[in-house]
């Protein structure tokens, strides 16, 4: 009877078999194996690859965090930091890492990402403009497209990058300015207000950004003299409080001139309110147009929609039949990747019809 039993999970063909052994040869050569005797041992073996993984996942606070396109001393000081100010800062990296996944379905414009190298290796070239705007409806691939750039980011000039609404607070002008002025740095200031904060990289004093002038003030100072590149992501979801909307509306927060040690990369909706505030009030402030603008379209081939839906699923293990296919990227909204594809722990397409 046990014999009978045991036959019931056995693999169903020679084909099977084969499969099973390379499946358990690859287990053993890539995982390690331990031997148990108990229950017990085996639950300690369990903790001990748990807290391995956990280890390996989460580093602790004392483990210096290494950022992409950022120098080493620059992490340094965000080591440094509060562990508030320090979770503040790793909230966009985080975003921009799943922004950035290659499974996520987006157009890599290769035009656009070549002429935002460019625009960083201008840096301290006189008499050109100093910001880009990348434009596009929402679900285009704006973002997507700013943090591949990103992640892809080789200059030795440092980027920062903000993406507003990657958590509750960036939305916030001044949490933005702040998130800025805490990746660069600040010299010693005077002032009657001030607060000394302890680095691992020595001591400094900074006053304490506790008004949305502070932030600004130190804002233009930063611009003024540091060399970097800020790039923002979203520009039509900045919010401020009610006091200082003129702010926001006005863009009084940047500087009408911007020197030739700084670029700007900025990606918002078009047309948008706020677009319309930058196009017609920073316009206004600087006397030209010093800013260069790129629209994106979304994927307008439909062949080129196909392979990128087909490259999808194949992540996933997932296809659709030719049918299918056509039907989904012969649609009115199908040029729009988020129209196409929605991630969430997964590939989930959005409603289907034949209508």
């Not at 035009?111 to 100093?130: E, F, T």
């Not at 010299?187 to 900074?206: F, L, M, N, P, Y």
Request: net charge negative; charged share 25%; glycine share 4%.
């Amino acid at each position: 009877a046990q014999e009978e039993e045991r036959k019931m999970y056995c693999v169903e063909n020679d084909r099977a078999a084969r499969k099973l052994h390379a499946l358990k040869q690859r287990i053993i050569s890539t995982y390690p194996v331990s031997n148990f005797s108990s229950p017990k041992e085996l639950g300690d073996l369990l903790l001990r690859d748990l807290k391995q993984a956990i280890e390996q996942d989460y580093q602790d606070c004392d483990t210096m965090i290494r950022l992409p396109h950022l120098p080493v001393a620059i992490s340094e000081r965000i080591h440094s930091l509060r562990p508030d100010k320090r979770e503040m800062i790793l909230s966009h990296h985080r975003f921009e890492a799943r922004c950035g996944d290659p499974k996520r379905l987006a157009s890599n414009d290769m035009d656009l990402i070549s002429r935002l190298n460019d625009h960083v290796a201008s840096i301290g070239q006189p008499n050109l403009k100093p910001i880009i705007l990348i434009t596009g409806e929402q679900g285009c691939g704006k973002s997507t497209l700013l943090a591949r750039w990103a992640q892809q980011y080789n200059s030795s000039v440092p980027l920062v990058t903000h993406y507003i609404g990657c958590s509750t607070y960036s939305r916030d002008l001044s949490h933005m300015l702040e998130n800025v002025l805490l990746i660069m740095g600040v010299d010693e200031v005077s002032g009657d207000d001030q607060q000394t904060v302890e680095h691992a990289i020595g001591r400094c004093t900074v006053r304490q950004w506790s008004t949305l002038q502070d932030n600004m003030e130190h804002f233009n100072r930063v611009i003024r003299e540091k060399e970097f590149v800020l790039a923002i992501d979203c520009l039509e979801s900045l919010s401020a409080d009610s006091d200082h909307t003129h702010v926001l509306e006005e863009f009084t927060w940047l500087p009408s001139v911007i020197p030739d040690t700084c670029r700007i990369i900025i990606t918002c909706t078009n047309p948008s309110e706020q677009y319309g505030y930058f196009t017609r009030t920073y316009k206004g402030k600087s006397q030209e147009q010093n800013w260069e603008e790129f629209s994106m379209s979304g994927i307008r081939e439909v062949s080129e929609r196909q392979a990128l839906v087909k490259k999808h699923l194949e992540t996933y293990c997932k296809s659709l039949d030719p049918h299918q296919l056509d039907m989904i990227c012969n649609r009115e909204l199908s040029y729009n990747p988020m129209y196409l594809v929605s991630e969430d722990r997964g590939a989930q397409f959005l409603q289907f019809s034949p209508n």
